[in-house]
Nanobody, 124 residues
């Protein structure tokens, strides 16, 4: 059974940085896509970034491009989301997700497994 556990969230000021981690277990993850989504209060869960676990190619939402970077450490079975130049509008619960499909990364329905989420709050 695949399990995803996020960590690294917290309260920071606008302009600061945070790095989120997603510890993955229960599979080799070869052939998987790993993604980050976020959900702000009263809003739908939205795509942030994704990475092909094996090949390492990435895809980011326009709203975070140039500020957020997704990466993975295959030895540690961990996916990271480095978030720089944070803005108050980045405040949300951030979720890690895993998919056995390598297309449609921006769609929630693509993903088979989800973590519990970690809160990120940016003060102005």
């Amino acid at each position: 059974q695949v399990q995803l556990v996020e960590s690294g969230g917290g309260l920071v000021q606008a302009g600061d940085s945070l790095r989120l981690s997603c510890a993955a277990s229960g599979s080799t993850f070869s052939g998987y896509a790993m993604g980050w989504f976020r959900q702000a209060p009263g809003k739908e869960r939205e795509f942030v970034a994704a990475i092909n676990w094996s090949a390492g190619n990435t895809y980011e939402a326009d709203s975070v491009k140039g500020r957020f970077t997704i990466s993975r450490d295959m030895a540690k079975n961990t996916v990271y989301l480095q978030m720089d130049s944070l803005k108050p509008e980045d405040t949300a619960v951030y979720y890690c997700a895993a998919s056995k499909r390598l297309t449609g990364w921006a769609r929630r329905s693509t993903y088979d497994y989800w973590g519990q989420g970690t809160q990120v709050t940016i003060s102005s």
